[in-house]
């Protein structure tokens, strides 16, 4: 079941291959094991996906790759787990790795008005700044670990059901 739910929102992996931002991979891409998809390799892969999501940068997406290419876990599902991070849910996951980081360093949270520019960026490091990558590295140490033995856990108790299925079914032929 995992299978099937993954494969219907993964894009093919010739659409991935031609990605321009993936052409200085190489040839690696040709590698079938970055391709096929099965316990170990979407395991591997959605605890690298939810790792790199806490990352505060703006080339996650490489980052997983990167990662996924060595580890030879699936790279579509490594690449498209990032995007748990998104314009939408970066505020608040990123909010909260703050907090975290204020309670683990024991510092008083400060009020901060968000401001897109460069300035603000490196004002807020000096002051927000180490709790909130605190906060960031705890969150994406724990993620990436709840979901390599989450999904392997789901995919392990989901062979199991079909199989038990299966001698069900031939139980009853018989």
Request: hydrophobic letters at 45%.
């Amino acid at each position: 079941m995992p299978k099937k739910i993954i494969k219907r929102f993964l894009p093919d992996h010739q659409t991935i291959k031609n990605q321009k931002a993936l052409k200085m991979f190489g040839t690696v891409l040709h590698d079938p094991n970055l391709w096929h998809l099965n316990r170990k390799s979407a395991s591997g892969a959605f605890g690298i996906g939810l790792f790199f999501a806490w990352w505060p940068v703006p080339f996650q997406m490489w980052l997983a790759a990167a990662s996924a290419i060595p580890l030879r876990v699936n790279l579509p599902l490594s690449m498209a787990t990032v995007w748990v991070t998104n314009p939408f849910t970066m505020p608040p996951m990123f909010y909260l790795a703050y907090l975290l980081g204020t309670k683990v360093l024991g510092t008083p949270e400060r009020h901060f008005k968000f401001q897109l520019s460069w300035d603000w960026v490196v004002q807020s490091m000096e002051t927000i700044g180490p709790a909130f990558l605190v906060g960031c590295g705890i969150c994406s140490i724990v993620c990436g670990i709840v979901g390599y033995f989450g999904l392997d856990a789901i995919w392990r108790y989901s062979v199991n059901k079909a199989w038990n299925k299966r001698k069900l079914r031939k139980h009853n032929k018989q």
